[in-house]
């Protein structure tokens, strides 16, 4: 795979799968404020700074069974907890919720990865961790980038992975319609002449937490499909069609609510 790396890539216009979701399923009106404006924050959830801290922890694991090894829970708690602390210090106007700090979702997290390691799966068979991958679809004026959690040899081909954190189980029904794993099978199809199959491993946030695995599988259809999603919110944030979705399910948590109150009176 091509030696990229993320932070480069970012530096130059781009489109992810995090801002084709946010404009597509999320709200346009929350992609202008986040990617054309670029304002700052009003708030921002502690789930992003756990969630990336997750990742984090995780992907040290992934290094680690790499070579056929595993963490320990106190080791990969630590990961977690260094690197949460960090983002947490780090991230504009953190907000948590009413029954929430930074020590109990230390512990919310260790209960999660205490089954996260006890349902780990993927050993000598990891090929990459944390891959970045770049792709110039046809048409498109911005280059598609990203990174694939890990790529794993599942039996005779290669399957993508990517962990969730969630507050609840995922049907199969949003497992096989996810614009995530269509964008990241797509890129490896362009990128690799190889069509993968896709696994989210989904570690859900409750009281007793669980793992489950889903496999799904993009192909041709589906690809050309993406192409015409992304040519066409390309045209319309180039025409500027931005408008607030009202009964979005990320408006408790938006970083532009006040923003988005005021847009009908100061963009008349």
Known sequence: MPELKLEELRKEPHWSYSSLN???????????????????????????????????????????AMKGKSLTLTQITEVFREF??????????????????????????ENMLTQALANWRDFWNIKGIAVPFSYQIPGVSKVLIGEYDIVVQDNDRPCIVDWKTSAQKWNENKVQKDLQA?????????????????????????????????????????????????????????????????????????AYANRCRNWHITNR
């Not at 992003?48 to 990742?55: L, Q, S």
């Open 182 to 254: 269509t964008t990241f099978s797509y890129s490896f199809y362009k990128t690799q002449a190889l069509t993968p199959s896709f696994r989210f491993d989904v570690i859900t946030k409750g009281k007793n937490p669980s793992v489950e695995s889903h496999y799904t599988q993009r192909g041709l259809n589906e690809f050309q499909r993406f192409e015409k999603i992304i040519t066409s919110v390309e045209k319309a944030v180039k025409a500027d069609v931005f408008l607030p979705s009202e009964t979005s399910f990320s408006c408790a948590d938006c």
């Open 84 to 109: 949460f602390k960090a983002e947490c210090a780090c991230c504009e106007n953190l907000k948590f919720k009413e029954d929430e700090s930074i020590d109990t979702m230390i512990s919310k997290a």
């Open 22 to 64: 946010t404009y597509l399923n999320i709200c346009s009106l929350q992609y202008y404020f986040r990617y054309v404006e670029k304002a700052e924050a009003e708030q921002t959830s502690s789930c992003f700074p756990f969630g990336r801290a997750f990742h984090t922890a995780l992907s040290e694991q992934a290094r680690s």
